[in-house]
């Protein structure tokens, strides 16, 4: 079902190629570290070794002395620089604890890689070399690394809080009816499922560039960010400099993965130094900085439990949450497990649920939305449960999802944890995933293996996923206690020479914005998509936005585009019709023209209605001049992509290798816009949440340690560890905006991190293996085999 | 120490640090930023050159040795504003999102090619191996350099 080279006229729905590319392909788009800014200092953060310790002394002369360097500071030497410490924006409870978090740490550090100082060079060498010659005199503490172990309070990482319990969050619409259905259920499943932490690694790690204007008192702050607009209002609180003298500009990014959806402290440190001493100040992250100093995703461990009836039908899910924090709350670290928390009944009719989840500070970085954000982990319960729950009833897999789906005429769809599911049509999506994937020809395959007593044997594993996304609804973030809104902002403006020029507030990084929202905007006037230009990521010239996270950027922010453009065509169409002498009634417009109905021979073309509304010599009267028109968006509902993964393994019993050799995606992301980038996003979200299963672990040893800080020990996946995909698509569009759409920016890794564990327990359940934790690296499979075998053996004695 | 070199057929003449590496003397000294850095322990493939015709991590080799070498980094594919076909491969496949480690892809691809006269699908993959990409998931990445290399023509998207 992939794409096929159709002509692309740009037209929404076609595979129009990329207008983002030509600068990608030559080497001339300029990320953060390629502006050229003369004069610009370097500075270089010297962090901690320690998980958990004291800072009896820090001495910065013998930095302050080595050459080439302009100026070093400690904690305490920039305390009065923040007027407020580094944002957290998602307080979820009322008695959340928010530990301090400034810039850099005073007295106490809480995880290794801590800022405790920064040197500032004229070269970035001289910044790095310098910071062997501080001097830190640290009182180790002990870890905290285990969450259970970080819940009984023997060692608290933040003192002054008095408990590493950050909050406990339920949601629990009606407790009586989880505890009848589970007094009453035929079969129980109860599981425990570990969401090991994550580290993103988008391949530019974090770079920002501040420039001051010392005499008019402005800067501009150059980020690899994912969030010019946010950022700018929080730098703007964290240093007291009054928000309209920032100016925040994200140029290309490399890539964000949810990474960059922060305010982080390098990026208050640099426009603090900036102002301090009056020059340009940069800072480029290294790697290893980027595992230790950027957020960590998921880190997780989750109880869930479905109560069913005798026939598998699932009365009720209870699931439990113990989330990692880290040390300090980040932009919206304690709302991640929220983004879950109303989907792990996944896309099944379940009418009782129960939700808690407790979030608790270790001494490691902190977590923060990694691609998927709450519903990878969502997924990754209810997914492998219903296998279970398939296992004990000795059901087929696919045949108890059917059984429990939301049926088709049920939406829109109002489930027990308390949302609306826009639209949905289950069936036809895993119908659709199981031939593609030769689910019965496999499935024989796998019992001949089986017969044959083979060492390599075949798991398929099914993942039937919904995520919600366009976030958000203004007044339900507030109801989540979120500090800001979920409206995208956009405007559509014809110039005078009939060009078009669209300012967003969403800020890509890879997605395709530019492209996109040329083709909304070329299908609805009727122009050429190379007519239009794409104006985003930069504060000066789109003033408002929401930016990018969440698979929001086309639901949300697109939406507004299409609604600015209809505002345009409104105005258009007056001001055609005054000049035609013709009711607006009467005109359509029709391949870029506005037409007399039946008479198409009397038409006006956008372009020269363009330069009527520009000359304003002859506008409808009290007609303001100009073609333009701006629109906030505010979605009335999120949307619920869905569809069904299926991940076909090869698992050797004897070595532990899983292979996986085949990988079929259908997802249903409501109309699609261009279908070419919507498989490309499948297929790298499918990649990451392959990696989540197979490859990747931030590991963290007992004293607090990071194991895996370069990308030699965390496993991001080439191009060799992983097959080519199988993809399709239903297509059901969501009711909730006018152009039908949903997002599928995460929906791969959604679905696939379930997917493909399903597939390697499935193989190894004849061996008698009904656990294993993630990554399964042969190692761990080994392990689980040996397990299973010796269990047997006792049991035969 | 001096160096002489000719990078994208230009000769260059520099005084520079002993210890500079390669990909910061294309980057800092001849303001070709195409070449990209992803990190630093050469894992990552983005600041992949060719040094006398073979793809190169240039992160892991100093300025120094490339003293007499010709190198050709990303910017010099595309010539009058006509993408390189392996570009325009990539262009056509949708083989880049962010495109932080296209250049180094795009580089590594091309001696891929020049050295599997045959090349198959698991040679591109295994000939990959040594650049990453967060974005893609290498499918369109494979594709494109199957189709760059005069096989299997099938674009996802066509041409505007
Ligand atoms: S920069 Fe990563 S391999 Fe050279
Ligand atoms: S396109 Fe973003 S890393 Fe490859």
Redesign the pocket.
């Known amino acids: 079902m992939t794409v096929t080279g159709v002509p692309a006229d740009g037209r929404i729905g076609t595979p129009l190629l990329r207008k983002e590319d030509p600068p990608l392909l030559t080497g001339e788009a300029r990320f953060v570290e390629d502006l050229v800014v003369p004069g610009a200092l370097h500075a270089a953060v010297l962090r901690s070794p320690h998980a958990n310790a004291r800072i009896r002394s820090l001495d910065i002369s013998g930095a302050l002395a080595s050459p080439g360097v302009v100026a070093a500071f400690t904690g305490a030497d920039l305390r009065e620089e923040w007027a407020q410490p580094l944002p957290c924006a998602w307080p979820v409870t009322a008695d959340i604890k928010i530990p301090e978090h400034l810039p850099l740490a005073v007295e106490h550090v809480s995880y290794g890689g801590d800022a405790v100082a920064v040197v500032v060079g004229e070269s970035r060498e001289a910044a790095v070399d310098a910071l062997d010659a501080v001097v830190v005199d640290y009182e180790p503490l002990p870890a905290v690394v285990d969450l259970q172990e970080a819940l009984t309070d023997r060692v608290v990482v933040h003192e002054s809080l008095g408990s590493n319990r950050c909050y406990t969050w339920s949601l629990i619409p009606d407790p009586a009816a989880v505890d009848s259905a589970f007094a009453e259920a035929a079969h129980v499943v109860k599981e425990r499922y570990v969401q090991q932490r994550l580290i993103p690694n988008a391949m530019e790690t974090r770079g920002v560039c501040v420039v001051p204007q010392p005499f008019g008192g402005d800067y501009t702050i150059y980020s690899a960010t994912q969030i010019p607009h946010i950022l700018k209002v929080m730098l703007g609180i964290v240093t007291g400099i009054p928000e309209q003298k920032l100016r925040v500009v994200a140029p290309w990014v490399g890539g964000g993965f949810g990474s960059k959806l922060n305010v982080y402290a390098e990026e208050a440190l640099c426009l603090a130094l900036a102002r301090r001493l009056k020059r340009p100040v940069r800072w480029t992250e290294e790697?290893i900085e980027n595992a230790q100093a950027t957020i960590q995703g998921r880190g997780m461990i989750q109880e869930i439990e479905l109560a069913a009836d005798r026939d598998g039908r699932v009365r009720a899910v209870r699931v439990n949450l113990l989330a990692d924090m880290g040390a300090y709350l980040q932009l919206v670290t304690p709302g991640i497990p929220l983004l879950g928390a109303f989907l792990y009944h996944g896309v099944y009719d379940i009418p009782a649920y129960a939700f808690t989840c407790t979030g608790v500070f270790t001494t490691k970085t902190a977590t923060d939305a990694d691609r998927g954000a709450g519903r990878p982990e969502a997924t990754y319960a209810i997914e492998p449960a219903m296998d279970a729950l398939a296992h004990q009833l000795g059901l087929d897999p696919a045949e108890v999802r059917r059984r429990n789906f939301i049926a088709t005429e049920k939406f829109p769809y109002s489930s027990a944890a308390g949302l609306v599911f826009d639209s949905g049509d289950y069936g036809p999506a895993l119908d659709q995933a199981l031939e593609l994937a030769a689910y019965e020809a496999t499935r024989k395959e796998q019992q001949d293996r089986r017969n044959a007593g083979a060492n390599k044997r075949i798991g398929i594993g099914l993942s039937c996923y919904v995520e919600m996304c366009g976030l958000a609804p203004s007044r339900v973030l507030a109801s989540l206690n979120y500090s800001a809104g979920g409206w995208e902002a956009a405007t559509v403006r014809l110039m005078a020479t009939g060009k078009v020029q669209v300012v967003t507030g969403s800020t890509p990084h890879g997605q395709g914005h530019e492209t996109c929202w040329s083709q909304i905007v070329a299908d609805r006037l009727g122009v050429d998509p190379d007519d239009v230009d794409v104006v985003s990521g930069d504060t000066a010239l789109s003033p408002a936005g929401m930016d990018t996270y969440g698979s929001r950027s086309l639901s949300v922010g697109g939406v507004a585009v299409w609604q600015a453009t209809e505002k345009v065509i409104a105005k258009a169409r007056a001001i055609a019709a005054h000049q035609m002498e013709a009711s607006e009634e009467d005109l359509e417009l029709v391949g870029g023209s506005f037409q007399v109905k039946g008479t198409p021979s009397r038409s006006m073309a956008i372009q020269a209605v363009a330069f009527e509304a520009f000359t304003a010599h002859n506008l409808p009267d009290g007609m303001e001049p100009g073609l333009e028109a701006q629109v906030t968006y505010d979605p009335p509902n999120f949307t619920f992509p869905f569809g069904t993964h299926v991940a076909v393994v090869e698992v050797d019993s004897e070595t532990g290798d899983v292979d996986l050799v085949r990988y079929v995606a259908v997802d249903d992301c409501g109309n699609q816009v261009n279908p070419m980038i919507v498989e490309g996003q499948v297929h790298g979200g499918v990649v990451q949440g392959i990696a989540q299963a197979l490859y990747e672990e931030a590991v963290y040893d007992q004293d607090g340690n990071l194991r895996t800080s370069t990308?030699t020990d965390y496993l991001v996946p080439s191009a060799a560890e992983v097959p080519s995909f199988t993809l399709g698509h239903t297509v059901t569009p969501s009711p909730t905006n006018p152009m039908g759409v949903k997002g599928v920016g995460e929906a791969g890794t959604i679905a696939s991190t379930p997917a493909v564990m399903n597939a390697v327990l499935d193989a190894l359940a004849p061996l008698g293996v009904t656990a294993l934790d993630m990554p399964a690296s042969p190692q761990r499979v080994w392990e689980a085999v040996e397990r299973a075998k010796k269990a047997a053996e006792g049991e035969e004695r | 120490m001096r160096v002489s070199t000719t990078v994208n057929g230009r000769s260059y003449e520099h005084e520079i640090e002993p210890r500079l590496l390669l990909?910061y003397y294309l980057r800092d000294v001849l303001g070709l930023t195409g070449t990209?850095?992803?990190?630093?322990?050469?894992?990552?493939?983005?600041?992949?050159v060719l040094v006398d015709g073979e793809s190169v991590?240039?992160?892991?080799m100093l300025a120094a040795q490339a003293d007499g070498c010709a190198m050709t980094t990303i910017e010099a594919l595309a010539v009058d504003g006509a993408l390189d076909p392996l570009q325009e491969a990539f262009h056509d496949n949708h083989a880049l999102q962010c495109g932080f480690c296209t250049s180094?892809m795009v580089m590594a691809a091309m001696s891929i090619i020049r050295e599997h006269p045959g090349l198959t699908e698991a040679d591109v993959r295994e000939g990959l191996e040594?650049n990453l990409c967060r974005c893609t998931g290498y499918h369109n990445i494979v594709k494109a350099v199957l189709a760059g290399a005069g096989r299997q023509a099938h674009p996802v998207g066509a041409a505007r």
């Open positions: 790697r990308l | 990909v990209k850095v992803g990190c630093d322990t050469s894992s990552c493939g983005a600041c992949t991590k240039s992160c892991t180094g040594g």
